[in-house]
Each structure stands twice: as structure tokens, then as C-alpha cells.
């Protein structure tokens, strides 16, 4: 018996010795000529290519960044302090890429898809490049499908589609962050998955981001990518980048996909400190002259795919900070040029309690009015304008008190419709609700209410309306358009609701 085993055993070995067949592997090997501050050149590495993953004898890896005659410029994307001059460095033979794939829902990681969240190991399907050409022409179609914010001034007024690009800007400390957030809560039962990439943030802030959206249900379809102030610039640099293909995944395999960047003020700054130590030459506000170019590849990759590729999307909200409101600075007026439209939040407005405090004069979306609900649209249209006149005539009114009967009208109805646009944070609204009380105020119904019972108002009527005439939003939901039949019961249920309130 043991006579057999051994025979048995030998014959595996044997087969196994024969089918060896040993592997080669080439390794483009390089030596550290200098190293400081994040930054490292190194000759020998002649078959690296642009954004290709280097690894130095520490284990840290570096990306090429650089590529001159004789030697390359690397920026080290881990601890540097014991690289040396002679250190030896290898090309991974792989451009710099990010782990992707449905695993990665509900979890906080690293440009570089590494799990920063204490929750164990990733499961993911492969690895996508962090740089990739945006989808061409003929690969798009129209936007056409509405991605909700559940903010009632973005939805009616500066509505956004799925495949758009909408800038949020404004100066720091006017919640721009929150408005973003609140657009990934109101994504619960939309078939989105949501990115948000931190860049150049505290970690507590982080954190404190994640926990709002534990709280709210919202990172079961949310992935955040995080590089935190406490980063090396050339994590931060990368950061947008892994966050877009981890977003690209989704959208080339049919689905629909959010991610926000928060924010690329801090991204530009990142760059220009590692173009700087690069001695790339500087241009205006000591930026390097590729910084549009910065932007441009990484927002141009925002698409709603043609039903060819699959029909998936992916929507960019980027956000902008300003100082002082100096929305003509560098980097704000390229992020402008290149996105569909921008939302605007005013220090002013935010001061003077409104919230969210966005400027409907200057805010404009150029492509999300083809993907608004007919309905929203219907009441929408008057509300714009009902608003541009309250703005003029506000101005108008504070030369003087005699005023026309007709303009003390519009005043009063624009006081109350701002007042409607009020919302508080991190409570997104449903479509319906905001079409039914956005055409109460619209068509009159809020003049004879005070105005400091205006939000008393809403909030009774809406719940009313979800208690007592639940067919009315069930309507309105169904076609998505303001039928006469629709409205002249909405018309009955808002006249029946007045009569009974105080």
C-alpha cells in the first residue's frame, strides 16, 4: 500500500517537473538620481510611460510624471523619507489604475482603491485606468433624464440631467457641500450610484460626512474616495481621477452614476505644487499653462451614453470655492468655460438666513431644462420669472416708498415664493411635493398668508396633501404632466386646506 502512494506521488512529481515552464520577466530597473519633498528623478527608466506606476525599494509607489531625455520625473505616492540617492526603481509596466466593481459600494478608500474605513480587504472585478479619453460624439445622446437634487430651487429652476456637468461655486462657508450631499441623499431609490471624492478636507470632516450618510441610508449606494489635507499633493492630484473611473465603470455597464468633486480649487492647488516642484514653468497665479487642460479631460468624461454603448451615465457636480465672490478668478472662469451650467451660493443670501443660498440670477443650467419633468416645467416657468421681476423691482423699491399697487403685489408674492425656496439641510423633497406647493405659490394661493407663516404653510399643506388627498401627487406622478383635470383638483384640495387652517 505505501509502496503505491510513493509510486503515485512520484509520478505527480514528475508530471508536474515536466509541464514546468519557467517565466521571464523583464523589469525596466532605474536609479534614484534625487529625492525631496514628494518629488524623485531617476535615470534608467527608458520604456516608462506617461502616468505608468513605479515602485521604489521601500514598497511606496510613484507615478511618472515627467518624461525628459535622459531621466524621469516621479511623484512618490507613499513615504519617501528612506528613499535615498541609488535607490533602485522599477516600472510596474501598468499606467496608474483604481480597483472597480459593485464591492466597492459603501466604502471609504484611497486614490489608489486602497480601504481607509477599518472594514477588511475590497472585492472588486478589475482595475480601471485613472486617466482615459471621454466618450466622443457619436457616442453620446441627449440629455434627457432628470437627476433630482430634492432642493427645490435647483429642481425648478437650475434643473440637472443625468449626464450633465453643473458647477457648484461660491465662497467658502455658503454649503456648497451640503447641497451636494443632499443630492446623494435624495438618490435613495434611483437606481444612482454616488461618488464623492474629498480633496484636501480634514479627516474629521470626512468623517463627519460619512456619518451623515450612514445616518440617512445613503452609503448603501455610495462610494467615498478620500484624500485628506493630511495627503501627499500627489494623492490629492490623483484623487478626481480614480473617483471618475470608479464612476465609469458604472456608467459603461449601463447604469447611471453621480460623483462630486470636492473640491477642484484644492485639486488646482495640489497641482500646481507638484508641476512646481517639477520646475514645469509657471504662468498665471503661478499655475502651470496645462491647467485647463487639468480640468477639461477630467470633466469632459461626464457623459449620457447612446443606447449603443449601453445608455449608463455619469453627472459631475464639481465644486468651486471663491474668495471674496470673485467669480472672474483663474480657476473659476476655466471650470465655468468648461461645465453645462453653475449654481451660484451667495455669502449675502446665505447671511441674511436663506438656505441654500443660491443667486437664481447668475445660476443657470444650459442642458438640465431638456430633462425636466413636463410637470415641474409647467410651474417652474412662471416661478423664474416671478422671481427675475421680485429681483428687479427689489432693487427698485429701496429708492423710494411710493409704490404702485401692482409692484407692492409682486414684491409680496416674491417674499413669499423666497420664502418657499427656503429648505432646511439634509431633508430633500420629492418631485410632487415641490410641484404642488411651488404652484400654490405661483398662482397666488401664499399672497393673503403672513409671510413668517409661510413655511407653517407648506409644511401643513404638504403633509394634508399626503394624508388627505394622496391621489392628487399619484396623478401628478403618473404622466408627469399638469392636466386641467390635475389641476382643478389641486386647484379644490388647496382652497379646501385654506378654508381649515390658521
Given at each position: 500500500?505505501?509502496?503505491?502512494?510513493?509510486?503515485?506521488?512520484?509520478?505527480?512529481?514528475?508530471?508536474?517537473?515536466?509541464?514546468?515552464?519557467?517565466?521571464?520577466?523583464?523589469?525596466?530597473?532605474?536609479?534614484?538620481?534625487?529625492?525631496?519633498?514628494?518629488?524623485?528623478?531617476?535615470?534608467?527608466?527608458?520604456?516608462?510611460?506617461?502616468?505608468?506606476?513605479?515602485?521604489?525599494?521601500?514598497?511606496?509607489?510613484?507615478?511618472?510624471?515627467?518624461?525628459?531625455?535622459?531621466?524621469?520625473?516621479?511623484?512618490?505616492?507613499?513615504?519617501?523619507?528612506?528613499?535615498?540617492?541609488?535607490?533602485?526603481?522599477?516600472?510596474?509596466?501598468?499606467?496608474?489604475?483604481?480597483?472597480?466593481?459593485?464591492?466597492?459600494?459603501?466604502?471609504?478608500?484611497?486614490?489608489?482603491?486602497?480601504?481607509?474605513?477599518?472594514?477588511?480587504?475590497?472585492?472588486?472585478?478589475?482595475?480601471?485606468?485613472?486617466?482615459?479619453?471621454?466618450?466622443?460624439?457619436?457616442?453620446?445622446?441627449?440629455?434627457?433624464?432628470?437627476?433630482?437634487?430634492?432642493?427645490?430651487?435647483?429642481?425648478?429652476?437650475?434643473?440637472?440631467?443625468?449626464?450633465?456637468?453643473?458647477?457648484?461655486?461660491?465662497?467658502?462657508?455658503?454649503?456648497?457641500?451640503?447641497?451636494?450631499?443632499?443630492?446623494?441623499?435624495?438618490?435613495?431609490?434611483?437606481?444612482?450610484?454616488?461618488?464623492?471624492?474629498?480633496?484636501?478636507?480634514?479627516?474629521?470632516?470626512?468623517?463627519?460626512?460619512?456619518?451623515?450618510?450612514?445616518?440617512?441610508?445613503?452609503?448603501?449606494?455610495?462610494?467615498?474616495?478620500?484624500?485628506?489635507?493630511?495627503?501627499?499633493?500627489?494623492?490629492?492630484?490623483?484623487?478626481?481621477?480614480?473617483?471618475?473611473?470608479?464612476?465609469?465603470?458604472?456608467?459603461?455597464?449601463?447604469?447611471?452614476?453621480?460623483?462630486?468633486?470636492?473640491?477642484?480649487?484644492?485639486?488646482?492647488?495640489?497641482?500646481?505644487?507638484?508641476?512646481?516642484?517639477?520646475?514645469?514653468?509657471?504662468?498665471?497665479?503661478?499655475?502651470?499653462?496645462?491647467?485647463?487642460?487639468?480640468?477639461?479631460?477630467?470633466?469632459?468624461?461626464?457623459?449620457?451614453?447612446?443606447?449603443?454603448?449601453?445608455?449608463?451615465?455619469?453627472?459631475?457636480?464639481?465644486?468651486?470655492?471663491?474668495?471674496?465672490?470673485?467669480?472672474?478668478?483663474?480657476?473659476?472662469?476655466?471650470?465655468?468655460?468648461?461645465?453645462?451650467?453653475?449654481?451660484?451660493?451667495?455669502?449675502?443670501?446665505?447671511?441674511?438666513?436663506?438656505?441654500?443660498?443660491?443667486?437664481?440670477?447668475?445660476?443657470?443650467?444650459?442642458?438640465?431644462?431638456?430633462?425636466?419633468?413636463?410637470?415641474?416645467?409647467?410651474?417652474?416657468?412662471?416661478?423664474?420669472?416671478?422671481?427675475?421681476?421680485?429681483?428687479?423691482?427689489?432693487?427698485?423699491?429701496?429708492?423710494?416708498?411710493?409704490?404702485?399697487?401692482?409692484?407692492?403685489?409682486q414684491l409680496e408674492r416674491g417674499m413669499r415664493l423666497t420664502e418657499i425656496l427656503k429648505q432646511p439641510q439634509y431633508q430633500p423633497m420629492p418631485v410632487t411635493d415641490q410641484i404642488m406647493i411651488i404652484y400654490a405659490g405661483t398662482r397666488g394661493y401664499l399672497d393673503d398668508?403672513?409671510v413668517d407663516r409661510v413655511r407653517d404653510f407648506e409644511r401643513d399643506f404638504l403633509q394634508y396633501m399626503a394624508t388627505q388627498r394622496p391621489d392628487v401627487a399619484k396623478a401628478i406622478q403618473d404622466g408627469w404632466v399638469l392636466t386641467d383635470e390635475i389641476e382643478a383638483k389641486l386647484q379644490e384640495a388647496i382652497r379646501d386646506f385654506k378654508a381649515g387652517w390658521s
Amino acid at each position: 500500500m505505501a509502496t503505491n502512494i510513493s509510486k503515485d506521488l512520484a509520478e505527480q512529481l514528475k508530471a508536474q517537473i515536466e509541464s514546468f515552464q519557467p517565466k521571464i520577466a523583464v523589469d525596466t530597473i532605474g536609479r534614484v538620481l534625487e529625492v525631496g519633498d514628494g518629488i524623485a528623478r531617476a535615470s534608467g527608466l527608458k520604456g516608462v510611460r506617461s502616468q505608468e506606476l513605479v515602485q521604489f525599494e521601500n514598497g511606496s509607489q510613484g507615478l511618472a510624471f515627467n518624461l525628459e531625455d535622459d531621466e524621469v520625473g516621479i511623484i512618490i505616492l507613499g513615504e519617501y523619507a528612506d528613499i535615498s540617492e541609488g535607490s533602485q526603481v522599477r516600472g510596474l509596466g501598468r499606467v496608474a489604475s483604481v480597483p472597480v466593481g459593485d464591492g466597492l459600494i459603501g466604502r471609504v478608500v484611497d486614490p489608489l482603491g486602497r480601504p481607509i474605513d477599518g472594514k477588511g480587504p475590497i472585492d472588486f472585478d478589475k482595475y480601471m485606468p485613472i486617466e482615459r479619453l471621454a466618450p466622443g460624439v457619436i457616442q453620446r445622446r441627449n440629455v434627457d433624464r432628470p437627476l433630482q437634487t430634492g432642493i427645490k430651487a435647483i429642481d425648478s429652476i437650475i434643473p440637472i440631467g443625468r449626464g450633465q456637468r453643473e458647477l457648484i461655486i461660491g465662497d467658502r462657508q455658503t454649503g456648497k457641500s451640503a447641497i451636494a450631499i443632499d443630492t446623494i441623499i435624495n438618490q435613495a431609490g434611483q437606481d444612482v450610484i454616488c461618488i464623492y471624492v474629498a480633496i484636501g478636507q480634514k479627516r474629521a470632516q470626512v468623517a463627519r460626512t460619512v456619518a451623515i450618510l450612514e445616518e440617512h441610508g445613503a452609503m448603501d449606494y455610495t462610494i467615498i474616495v478620500s484624500a485628506t489635507a493630511s495627503e501627499s499633493a500627489a494623492l490629492q492630484y490623483i484623487a478626481p481621477y480614480a473617483g471618475c473611473a470608479i464612476g465609469e465603470y458604472f456608467m459603461y455597464d449601463g447604469r447611471d452614476a453621480l460623483v462630486v468633486y470636492d473640491d477642484l480649487s484644492k485639486h488646482a492647488w495640489a497641482y500646481r505644487q507638484v508641476s512646481l516642484l517639477m520646475r514645469r514653468p509657471p504662468g498665471r497665479e503661478a499655475y502651470p499653462g496645462d491647467v485647463f487642460y487639468l480640468h477639461s479631460r477630467l470633466l469632459e468624461r461626464a457623459a449620457q451614453l447612446s443606447d449603443e454603448e449601453g445608455g449608463g451615465s455619469l453627472t459631475a457636480l464639481p465644486i468651486i470655492e471663491t474668495l471674496l465672490g470673485d467669480v472672474s478668478a483663474y480657476i473659476p472662469t476655466n471650470v465655468i468655460s468648461i461645465t453645462d451650467g453653475q449654481i451660484y451660493l451667495e455669502p449675502d443670501l446665505f447671511n441674511a438666513g436663506i438656505r441654500p443660498a443660491i443667486n437664481a440670477g447668475i445660476s443657470v443650467s444650459r442642458v438640465g431644462g431638456d430633462a425636466q419633468r413636463k410637470a415641474m416645467k409647467t410651474v417652474a416657468g412662471r416661478l423664474r420669472l416671478d422671481m427675475a421681476q421680485y429681483r428687479d423691482l427689489a432693487a427698485f423699491a429701496q429708492f423710494g416708498s411710493d409704490l404702485d399697487k401692482a409692484t407692492q403685489e409682486q414684491l409680496e408674492r416674491g417674499m413669499r415664493l423666497t420664502e418657499i425656496l427656503k429648505q432646511p439641510q439634509y431633508q430633500p423633497m420629492p418631485v410632487t411635493d415641490q410641484i404642488m406647493i411651488i404652484y400654490a405659490g405661483t398662482r397666488g394661493y401664499l399672497d393673503d398668508v403672513p409671510v413668517d407663516r409661510v413655511r407653517d404653510f407648506e409644511r401643513d399643506f404638504l403633509q394634508y396633501m399626503a394624508t388627505q388627498r394622496p391621489d392628487v401627487a399619484k396623478a401628478i406622478q403618473d404622466g408627469w404632466v399638469l392636466t386641467d383635470e390635475i389641476e382643478a383638483k389641486l386647484q379644490e384640495a388647496i382652497r379646501d386646506f385654506k378654508a381649515g387652517w390658521s
